[in-house]
């Protein structure tokens, strides 16, 4: 935890918001080389200013950074600085990514197909079905669920993924220490156990108005593309759709009845480009372009060894768009044991991995 305390310190310091702090680590590559770093080279910096310069110079900031990290030590939280190896590549590609996310749960979970699904507080029934239908449908694909921890379609979201088997992410719009809404604590330590929770906000900072849009740009900015199920005009819902819009990502909105307010969101969004949606099947044809392994799957095994006959004919037809265990015996023509069979050695190989719902992809 040590070597997260000038990462911290700089978070402190008054006039580095987020798009400084990045050019700050583009150019000096770590914090405590910022801090040790002379005026003219500081000056260097786009947006740098002699005002930042010596606050750096003269922070004395490091007691409070020190309790801190006492509380995140005692919380089991783990810090992910902008250049670490689990930090999300799409996340850090945007243009003002956090420089430091806490994290509790599982981080490798961030870069495991990352799909958000966010709609309104107050959803229907309708709405209700419809989240669950393409939550659980992404989840039993192996897709992680990503979503805004909120009441409402949030929440339908992140239980319908867990309920499935399946990863989500929930988002906060406070410290991670701060739950909010308050009577989502046990979904919060259900998601901690299977998933990940993430802020970008200091320890003991309350869920205020202001912090869920910031919030909304991660929740965007994580994943292969957003999914908004209802919303009403000007809500959440929509920054968040935009926000993936501006990163290029994908949108995809799903119809609802004309009468209802909370159809009004993704009624706009389709007008204005987004994906008709009505079908995980949808979703997946539309971002399969753009899926990759996992990181931090090592790709070593891939690479050395060398498949022959019935393994690499199978292996031939699978590919990072996961395909399901029936689809691959019609594929293939094969009975289901032998196709059982070559997948658990190609498993075992390293070059093969089993999402939820017997689905398949290279690895």
């Given at each position: 935890?040590?070597?997260?305390?000038?990462?911290?310190?700089?978070?402190?310091?008054?006039?580095?918001?987020?798009?400084?702090?990045?050019?700050?680590?583009?150019?000096?590559?770590?914090?405590?080389?910022?801090?040790?770093?002379?005026?003219?080279?500081?000056?260097?910096?786009?947006?740098?200013?002699?005002?930042?310069?010596?606050a750096?110079?003269?922070?004395?900031?490091?007691?409070?950074?020190?309790?801190?990290?006492?509380?995140?030590?005692?919380?089991?939280i783990?810090?992910l600085?902008?250049?670490?190896?689990?930090?999300?590549?799409?996340?850090?590609?945007?243009?003002?990514?956090?420089?430091?996310?806490?994290?509790?749960?599982?981080?490798?979970?961030?870069?495991?197909?990352?799909?958000?699904?966010?709609?309104?507080?107050?959803?229907?029934?309708?709405?209700?079905?419809?989240a669950?239908?393409?939550?659980?449908?992404?989840?039993?694909m192996?897709?992680?669920?990503?979503?805004?921890?909120?009441?409402?379609?949030?929440?339908?979201?992140?239980?319908?993924?867990?309920?499935?088997?399946?990863?989500?992410?929930?988002?906060?719009?406070s410290?991670?220490?701060?739950?909010?809404?308050?009577?989502?604590?046990?979904?919060?330590?259900?998601?901690?156990q299977?998933?990940?929770?993430?802020?970008?906000?200091?320890?003991?900072?309350?869920?205020?108005?202001?912090?869920?849009?910031?919030?909304?740009?991660?929740?965007?900015?994580?994943?292969?593309?957003?999914?908004?199920?209802?919303?009403?005009?000007?809500?959440?819902?929509?920054?968040?759709?935009?926000?993936?819009?501006?990163?290029?990502?994908?949108?995809?909105?799903?119809?609802?009845l004309?009468?209802?307010?909370?159809?009004?969101?993704?009624?706009?969004?389709?007008?204005?480009?987004?994906?008709?949606?009505?079908?995980?099947?949808?979703?997946?044809?539309?971002?399969?372009?753009?899926?990759?392994?996992?990181?931090?799957?090592?790709?070593?095994?891939?690479?050395?060894?060398?498949?022959?006959?019935?393994e690499?004919?199978?292996?031939?037809?699978?590919?990072?768009?996961?395909?399901?265990?029936?689809?691959?015996?019609?594929?293939?023509?094969?009975?289901?044991?032998?196709?059982?069979?070559?997948?658990?050695?190609?498993?075992?190989?390293?070059?093969?991995?089993?999402?939820?719902?017997?689905?398949?992809?290279?690895?």
């Amino acid at each position: 935890m040590k070597q997260h305390r000038d990462w911290l310190a700089l978070k402190h310091i008054a006039g580095i918001g987020n798009v400084l702090y990045k050019r700050l680590i583009e150019t000096f590559k770590t914090p405590e080389a910022v801090f040790s770093s002379d005026k003219a080279r500081l000056l260097s910096v786009e947006g740098m200013s002699t005002d930042v310069i010596k606050a750096i110079h003269d922070f004395k900031g490091f007691d409070e950074v020190d309790r801190e990290l006492e509380i995140i030590a005692k919380e089991e939280i783990s810090l992910l600085p902008l250049n670490d190896p689990d930090y999300p590549p799409l996340l850090s590609a945007i243009y003002d990514p956090p420089p430091l996310l806490y994290v509790k749960g599982d981080r490798k979970v961030l870069n495991i197909y990352p799909i958000a699904v966010v709609g309104t507080r107050k959803n229907t029934p309708y709405g209700r079905a419809v989240a669950e239908k393409i939550s659980r449908g992404l989840a039993e694909m192996g897709f992680t669920i990503v979503s805004g921890f909120a009441r409402g379609i949030d929440g339908v979201a992140h239980r319908t993924a867990l309920a499935a088997g399946g990863k989500t992410i929930a988002v906060m719009g406070s410290g991670i220490d701060r739950i909010y809404p308050p009577e989502h604590r046990r979904l919060f330590s259900e998601i901690a156990q299977n998933g990940a929770i993430l802020s970008e906000l200091p320890m003991g900072t309350e869920p205020e108005a202001h912090h869920f849009p910031q919030r909304n740009r991660i929740i965007s900015g994580l994943s292969l593309g957003c999914v908004v199920v209802e919303a009403a005009s000007g809500s959440g819902s929509l920054i968040t759709a935009r926000l993936a819009l501006e990163q290029g990502r994908e949108v995809f909105a799903v119809p609802g009845l004309i009468f209802s307010e909370t159809s009004r969101g993704p009624h706009q969004l389709i007008s204005s480009g987004a994906k008709l949606t009505t079908s995980v099947e949808d979703i997946v044809e539309e971002i399969k372009d753009e899926m990759r392994p996992p990181q931090g799957i090592s790709s070593a095994k891939r690479e050395t060894t060398t498949l022959e006959g019935d393994e690499k004919v199978l292996y031939q037809m699978l590919s990072w768009e996961p395909k399901q265990m029936d689809q691959i015996i019609d594929e293939s023509h094969w009975p289901a044991a032998t196709v059982s069979g070559i997948l658990l050695s190609l498993e075992l190989k390293g070059m093969v991995r089993q999402m939820s719902g017997q689905f398949f992809v290279k690895i």
